[in-house]
């Protein structure tokens, strides 16, 4: 087996900067009402002399535009368990540890080509995200954990791929990296035991003896000896992400850049689970329980982040907004199955109705739904009432049904009927009893009789010809039987 850790090195900070780093000293407090600390400090604040453990009361001394944001320890697990979820199209086998997640990535190598190109896209992704995570690899999940919070500390450690080099990768690891009671930790330093490499040496009945069997234990599970059975990570049944803004942001553009980090996290839970959506909620928080809500609706599921953030910067686009934002969030409730688009040299008739469809959805959301409508043939024998117009996201459906139906009808049928018919048919003048429209009618095709309507109360008996003027213009006419029987113009030919 073959492990991955990711290590979420100043978490709280992380997920304070997300949206983008703060300009002005910032930090994250802990600890008691009465005397909060310095828990994690930004760049700036660094720069300003302020320290983790420090008071934040001593901060405030060196830095008087300090920001202090409370630690939040569940907004803290549910971003790891979105990691999670996230990491899922890498691998079935993701396991929330700590401050981290572990993936199990031996079935995984073959298709991403090998580690290298596997963390490589790890990495990758997890900057898309907003995040910034230490990497271990190691054949156990507490190997890998453990390279992982070195490379967060700084020290220098290499990947672990082969089981046999695991014992001397691990040998010059500082103990302080174990989950080991902080008691035994200093025993063990006042003993003269500061490396993995002294602890392996010492016999395993002494360590059981003088510090618990399960001490030992952990070290058969770091190097391999016993298993260590991980609870797979299971996401929930919809998707739900949240992200902070550094500051007011008082434009759409603005928006943007964190709304695209949402959408890579969307796409990467979307892809675990083989799911897209067809509804995705974006909600902008103004402050004071005041926010602005944007429905982006899909004619089919969608997931891909860049196709979504063009929709949501078309709909962003025609808002006015009455307050600066604060914070956005994405709410998928529906989750469907998701069928990915083949890239193909020559698409077919798949990729181009999907891409006829996602034209319609950008045009509908720089437009509006009631500007941008599909065209579909109607059951229905009179001309005027064959086709029927629909307003919605199903408009790039009903433009494929009505292409559907017309292929479906004999070309006979419509061999002589023209592509375009009058808003209203134009009554014809009649010369003993003849048509004319600009010179004398010649009727070269029909007639075609159409009788239909009785059943609704709009009731045609006509008779249908093709006919040309001496200009050599093809019109599509007809003579209706009742009331005066009149000549009307009802197409024209192209």
């Known amino acids: 087996m073959l492990w991955i850790a990711l290590e979420l090195p100043s978490l709280p900070l992380q997920i304070a900067e997300r949206a983008g780093a703060s300009r002005e000293p910032l930090v994250i407090s802990e600890g008691t009402v009465q005397r909060p600390l310095v828990a994690c400090p930004n760049e700036a604040a660094r720069r300003a002399g302020i320290h983790e453990g420090q008071s934040v009361a001593a901060a405030k001394a060196l830095a008087g535009d300090l920001r202090v944001l409370p630690r939040d320890e569940n907004v803290e697990r549910e971003t790891i368990e979105r990691l999670a979820a996230w990491a899922g199209q890498f691998t079935p086998m993701v396991s929330v540890d700590g401050q981290g997640i572990v993936l199990e990535i031996e079935a995984s190598l073959k298709l991403f080509e090998g580690h290298a190109k596997l963390t490589g896209a790890i990495q990758r992704g997890v900057r898309e995200i907003g995040l910034h995570a230490a990497l271990g690899i190691a054949p156990t999940a507490l190997a890998a954990r453990l390279f992982a919070r070195a490379e967060a500390r700084g020290l220098q450690v290499r990947a672990c791929v082969a089981p046999a080099d695991l014992r001397q990768r691990l040998a010059d690891l500082p103990l302080f990296l174990l989950d080991w009671p902080g008691k035994t930790l200093a025993h063990l330093a006042d003993l003269g035991v500061l490396r993995l490499r002294d602890m392996l040496e010492l016999p395993a009945e002494g360590i059981a003896k003088r510090f618990g069997p399960e001490i030992v234990a ?8 016993l298993p260590d059975p991980r609870e797979p990570y299971a996401p929930p049944p919809r998707f739900r992400s ?57 004619s089919s599921p969608e997931r891909e982040a860049d196709f979504i953030l063009a929709i949501a910067r078309e709909k962003l686009g025609r808002l006015t907004l009455a307050a600066p934002t604060l914070a956005l969030g994405l709410r998928a409730e529906a989750l469907l199955a998701y069928v990915p688009r083949e890239a193909t040299w020559l698409p077919g008739a798949r990729e181009l109705a999907l891409d006829r469809e996602r034209l319609l959805e950008r045009l509908a959301a720089r437009l509006g739904k009631d500007r941008v409508f599909g065209i579909a043939i109607a059951d229905d024998h009179r001309p005027e009432n064959g086709v029927r117009y629909a307003f919605s996201q199903a408009a790039a459906k009903n433009a494929q049904l009505a292409q559907v139906q017309r292929k479906s009808v004999p070309d006979t049928i419509f061999a002589q009927r023209p592509t375009w018919l009058l808003h209203r048919p134009q009554r014809l003048i009649a010369q003993e009893g003849n048509p004319s429209y600009q010179g004398a009618l010649e009727l070269i095709a029909g007639p075609e009789r159409i009788e239909a309507g009785w059943w609704d109360g709009d009731e045609v008996s006509r008779d249908y010809y093709v006919a040309a003027n001496p200009r050599g213009e093809t019109f599509w ?7 005066a029987q009149a000549w009307y113009m009802h197409g024209v030919f192209a």
């Open 218 to 225: 952990s070290l058969d599970r770091l190097m391999g000896k």
């Open 242 to 298: 949240r992200i902070e803004l550094p500051a007011e942001a008082d434009g759409v553009e603005a928006l943007l850049f964190p709304l695209r980090r949402l959408l890579a996290e969307f796409e990467g839970a979307m892809r675990a689970r083989g799911s897209g959506v067809q509804r995705l909620e974006l909600a902008l928080d103004h402050g004071r329980r005041s926010r602005t809500r944007v429905m982006l609706d899909f």
């Open 477 to 483: 006419i007809y003579r209706e039987h009742r009331g």
